[in-house]
């Protein structure tokens, strides 16, 4: 079984700094493409970073030059996430494409469980 844990979330001032970080265990054998994903009350889940097992990153627009993710060696994920705004509350959703076996076996995708975010003006 793989599970991904996120940690890090809460409540925070306009302006304010919080870190986010996505642990993933269990029967891992590869783990490529690592992100993070938010959803607001009343809207559609969206895309917030990725990064690949190479460490090439995509942002959203919206927050790009504000949020940094980033990925270490022991299967985590970050998202630091800095000058944050009212627009920036949601929940956050760790996502992961795990190989659980070796070639040819392929993967999929994961999701943790969502950790909330809110920033009050």
């Known amino acids: 079984q793989v599970q991904l844990v996120e940690s890090g979330g809460g409540l925070v001032q306009s302006g304010g700094s919080l870190r986010l970080s996505c642990a993933a265990s269990?029967?891992?054998?590869?783990?490529?493409?690592m992100g993070w994903y938010r959803q607001a009350p009343g809207k559609q889940r969206e895309l917030v970073a990725t990064?690949?097992?190479?460490?090439?990153t995509n942002y959203a627009g919206s927050v790009k030059d504000r949020f940094t993710i980033s990925r270490d060696n022991t299967k985590t994920v970050y998202l630091e996430m800095s000058s944050l705004k009212p627009e920036d509350t949601a929940v956050y959703y760790c996502?992961?494409?795990?190989?659980?076996?070796?070639?040819?076996?392929?993967?999929?995708?994961?999701w943790g469980q969502g950790t909330q975010v809110t920033v009050s003006s």
């Open positions: 996502n992961a494409f795990i190989q659980t076996l070796p070639w040819p076996a392929g993967g999929r995708g994961y």
């Open positions: 269990g029967k891992i054998f590869n783990i490529y493409d």
């Open positions: 990064i690949a097992s190479d460490g090439i």
